[in-house]
């Protein structure tokens, strides 16, 4: 998909992948301590009895923080729209959220993000895993590490779920050395993922059969050739054959017209709502993303309908795991590569700026109504509690329950699990 008012780079191709494919190798991991030391102490026996999750919505490109979270109104840099209050006393966000204004009491701000980077491809990564990019030693992101250390073995659904336009994405590496079955699984267009229905050519008995087949080959083969690569290959069969029992789950035409109308009958809506069902299904880590917000000419018009388009959906959303209970274990962060600058550029667009931005934050773990951070008055530097992406990371560790201080062993060398040069932001924190 090619954005005509984006500038182009690499990372606004989307390819297609096929359904689990494209499995990447991987190096040996030793856990320091084992799964148990992942956890924070006072969150390791929570965690035993209610599954945490956590929901991203990325919006890919660089959404602008002055027509979302930190708008400017009546300044040279604010753009054409006002500030709304929300149900918060005393804080404001761009009028083109109003449903989101309403549900505020339920999130967290942070408006002091400084990333120092504003190439996409590097951002995405620096956001996803708290570091900057290391060639030679790639980190695992996120979802990964919550596949890996929230997940139970049992859970027929994948620990990491990637929703995108048109279902597509590249995903053979964010597992890094965890292993590539901890890579994330792409859906998309609110349908069940593909190849999960069962052959018109099997009965179910016939279906037994072969998989029984199989596995006793595999179990055959891998007493002499097991490799990251082999086990992940089994491990795509056997998730493949759990998912096909829980395809309806994907599925959101289950749900009533009230609903769908909710949330939205685009694309976004629709993605949002699966979001929920997932979560709802007890899927670990669950990402959406809303594209494409590199707005360098137009950006204007362009927020006014993809922003209208995220507080329609977004809204419900936050709104569905509040009623249903669910928000309370779910942590929800709305977050891009980075901002886009004050500054309005001779196309009225907005160009890549990382120097000063948002992030949003609701639910498990975090203290609603807060706001950290601030920027100056026409929105160009941080000038109050100046956090990066390593301190987002930590605390979005922390409010599911997993240590960032925690280590583990790569082919011999010891690494934290987040960047040891920073620290949660504990404002947030409950």
């Not at 083109?96 to 995405?124: C, W």
């Not at 699984?185 to 999960?196: D, E, I, L, R, Y």
């Not at 909710?262 to 069902?277: E, I, K, P």
């Amino acid at each position: 998909m090619r954005c005509e008012y984006a500038c182009n780079s690499a990372e606004h191709t989307l390819s297609r992948r096929r359904f689990l494919g494209g499995m990447a190798a991987a190096g040996t991991v030793g856990m320091a301590g084992g799964f148990s030391r992942f956890l924070q102490p006072a969150a390791a026996a929570a965690m035993n009895g209610k599954q945490k999750h956590l929901l991203v919505v990325w919006l890919a490109g660089g959404a602008s923080q002055l027509e979302t979270w930190d708008p400017k109104p009546k300044t040279i840099t604010g753009g054409p729209f006002r500030s709304i209050e929300t149900s918060v006393p005393g804080v404001r966000i761009s009028e083109l959220m109003p449903k989101t204004a309403r549900q505020m009491h339920r999130m967290a701000l942070v408006r002091g993000v400084n990333t120092h980077e504003d190439d996409h491809g590097k951002g995405q990564v620096l956001m996803h895993t708290g570091r900057p990019e290391a060639p030679g030693n790639p980190q695992p992101h996120l979802g990964s590490l919550a596949a890996r250390f929230m997940t139970d073995e049992s859970n027929p659904l994948p620990g990491y779920i990637h929703i995108t336009p048109g279902g597509g994405g590249s995903g053979t590496s964010e597992a890094a050395f965890l292993g590539p079955k901890y890579n994330a699984m792409f859906v998309g267009n609110g349908q069940p993922p593909a190849n999960t229905a069962r052959s018109g050519w099997f009965d179910e008995p016939g279906d037994v059969a072969r998989h029984t087949m199989r596995r006793q080959l595999n179990d055959r083969f891998a007493t002499r050739r097991r490799t990251a690569d082999t086990e992940a290959y089994t491990s795509t069969y056997d998730q493949a054959q759990q998912l096909m029992a829980r395809r309806d789950v994907f599925d959101v035409t289950k749900e009533p017209a009230e609903v769908l109308a909710r949330y939205g009958t685009h694309d976004f809506g629709r993605h949002c709502m699966l979001a929920r069902r997932l979560i709802e299904a007890g899927s670990t880590y669950v990402q959406v993303s809303h594209s494409n917000y590199d707005t360098h000419n137009e950006n204007f018009s362009f927020h006014l309908e993809q922003v209208g388009e995220f507080d329609q959906s977004f809204a419900a959303l936050l709104d569905d795991l509040a009623q249903r209970g669910l928000l309370e274990h779910t942590l929800v962060v709305v977050m891009s590569e980075f901002g886009r600058t004050p500054t309005i550029n001779q196309l009225y667009g907005r160009d890549h700026w990382s120097k000063a931005w948002s992030v949003a934050m609701a639910g498990c773990g975090i203290t609603a109504g807060n706001v950290v951070g601030k920027t100056n008055e026409k929105g160009t530097e941080v000038v109050d509690r100046e956090v990066g992406a390593g301190h987002l990371f930590h605390t979005m560790l922390s409010a599911v329950g997993l240590d960032p201080k925690a280590g583990y062993e790569v082919d011999g060398r010891s690494i934290q699990i987040a960047d040891p040069a920073a620290a949660p932001i504990k404002e947030l924190l409950i």
